[in-house]
């Protein structure tokens, strides 16, 4: 197991709503400590990063390309997610785009040799409410194609626990839901990813659903909060126990790799982040030594 982070630890840029290059990225979080990371697209939904471009496919040749260069191996990747619990747009236009970015976050997974693509799954709430059978069918409408194209290209999906929100239920934030979604395709290459800071939302004890999820769990998004709100902090800074998350890792026979989805540097000044992503990369290793 290693310690890794997402690419966009450093996306974010105080005062201004741009974003650093995916390339700029990755260099910092390697200079940091991050020789493993996750390729976040989350931020195409809002139009702005170099793979919304037509030339899409060349900037991802130039991030692959950059990230041999560095020595940096993507494990995870994190495509874009649906921004409401409904799993619907309001416009079909809108929903083109969805599915086109997603399509683009599938391919360039493929090309950066990533191992599991995290997907939110989404929740029926138009046609009926808290029926198992309507949310696992509409995560089939929406997905199946995903996993299809997924599989052509060598990534695994892993479908990630929600958290309640807006005093609504969310499909998924029960270990029981991703069993049974996962369970539902028949294949290996079908798994979950394990959201710390959401299962602390839920959960009263967050460490024991894990082994219930058991060897499903092929990705991780490492955060910590106080059990109300998506924190999103480094671990020891909110209420999960990590010495339990660790152990239990090490119970149900974890093949992957510890991946950060921390909003430690959001807003540092850039004179800050690479000193915080560096303490963050500290963090992680003290983290990982829990788990010998």
């Not at 195409?44 to 496919?57: G, Y």
């Not at 997905?143 to 299809?148: N, P």
């Not at 955060?223 to 800074?237: C, M, R, W």
């Amino acid at each position: 197991m290693r310690i890794a982070t997402m690419t966009s630890l450093f996306r974010e840029q105080r005062g201004t709503d741009e974003f650093m290059s995916y390339i700029d990225s990755m260099r910092r979080c390697k200079a940091a400590g991050f020789d493993v990371q996750d390729f976040n697209m989350c931020a195409m939904l809002r139009r702005k990063t170099e793979l919304n471009s037509d030339d899409w496919m060349k900037e991802a040749d130039k991030i692959r390309e950059e990230a041999e260069k560095l020595g940096i191996e993507f494990v995870q990747s994190h495509p874009p997610y649906r921004p409401n619990k409904y799993g619907y747009f309001k416009t079909e236009e809108e929903e083109e785009f969805f599915k086109e970015i997603t399509r683009r976050s599938i391919v360039i997974s493929g090309m950066l040799g990533v191992k599991w693509a995290v997907l939110h799954p989404v929740t029926e709430c138009v046609k009926t409410e808290y029926n198992f059978e309507a949310d696992l069918a509409l995560n089939h409408e929406i997905f199946d194609e995903v996993v299809e194209l997924a599989t052509k290209v060598k990534v695994g999906i892993a479908f990630e626990n929600m958290a309640d929100r807006d005093n609504s239920r969310r499909f998924g934030a029960t270990a029981n839901e991703l069993i049974g979604l996962v369970d539902s395709y028949h294949d290996e290459r079908v798994g979950i990813c394990w959201d710390t800071g959401h299962a602390n939302r839920i959960y009263i004890d967050p460490v024991a659903p894990m082994k219930e999820v058991g060897k499903r769990i092929k990705a991780l998004h490492i955060n910590d909060n106080h059990g109300d709100k998506d924190e999103h902090l480094l671990p020891f800074e909110g209420t999960i126990s990590w010495e339990r998350v660790m152990k239990v890792l090490e119970e149900i026979g974890y093949e992957g790799d510890l991946v950060y989805e921390i909003k430690t540097n959001n807003y540092m000044p850039d004179g800050l982040k690479d000193q915080t992503a560096r303490f963050a990369a500290e963090v992680g290793r003290y983290l990982l030594s829990l788990g010998k």
